[in-house]
């Protein structure tokens, strides 16, 4: 299957700095991408979907502001995590849909996700 | 809003037994995806099986398969010949926009 990749795996930054994660489709086309967030033990929950050269659309209670979140390009999907607090530590996971080779289900391919730890 | 319910936080199952994950769904709508994802402790998420809400045919996929009941809205994962492998927790997921997924099963399987 399609591979989607994340960078960096692991981070930890100190409170009140910004932190950027990166979700890239590696050979296919992803014009959709989704930004997930995992606390332990607990489910993916939506955070944003983002559509390539227009603005995300955000989950209810999720901060706009707080998550930025950039999809310039077909392969490249960004989420900054702004001013991060300790309660913004989690487990970050991006996934892309292509809507290019034809396949019925339109597959939703996932990344292998950031641990965000803030101190 | 849809929702996702998985009932059972945790499973256990004997090797090489079988094992059925529930997951009943929550929508208005008449086309839409279902599927089932594994997560080991690695955290990747892994596609396990997918089905197609206006497929009556429940889908298989060697020893998983799935008893989809679209007026009940239930979608459970049944594993055959459980192996080791097998343990992770369990995600039933619906899409139509986009993906949304249920509490988790955390699956034991015991040598």
């Known amino acids: 299957g399609a591979v989607v990749s994340q960078h960096p795996s692991r981070v930890i930054c100190k409170s009140g700095t910004s932190v950027k994660i990166e979700c890239r489709s590696l050979?296919?086309?992803?014009?959709?991408m989704f930004w997930y967030r995992q606390f332990p033990k607990q489910s993916l929950m939506l955070m944003a979907t983002s559509n390539e050269g227009s603005k995300a659309t955000y989950e209810q209670g999720v901060e706009k502001d707080k998550f930025l979140i950039n999809h310039a390009s077909l392969t490249l999907s960004t989420l900054t995590v702004t001013s991060a607090h300790p309660e913004d530590s989690s487990f970050y996971i991006c996934?892309?849909?292509?809507?290019?080779?034809?396949?019925?289900?339109?597959?939703?391919?996932f990344g292998p996700g950031t641990r965000l730890t803030v101190l | 809003a849809q929702t996702v319910t998985q009932s059972q936080p945790e499973m256990s199952v004997q090797e090489a037994e079988t094992v059925t994950l529930s997951c009943t769904y929550d929508?208005?709508?008449?086309?839409?995806?279902l599927f089932w994802y594994k997560q080991p402790p690695s955290r990747q998420m892994i596609l396990v099986i997918r089905q197609e809400a206006y497929k009556q045919q429940n889908a298989t996929e060697n020893r998983f398969s799935v008893n989809f009941q679209k007026a009940a809205k239930s979608f459970s994962l049944k594993i055959s010949d459980s192996q080791l492998g097998d343990a992770a927790m369990y995600f039933c997921a619906y899409r139509n926009n986009d993906m949304r997924f249920g509490a988790g099963t955390r699956l034991t399987v015991k040598p």
């Open positions: 996934s892309a849909r292509d809507l290019v080779t034809g396949d019925p289900y339109n597959e939703q391919f």
């Open positions: 929508t208005s709508e008449s086309d839409y995806y």
């Open positions: 050979d296919f086309q992803a014009t959709t």
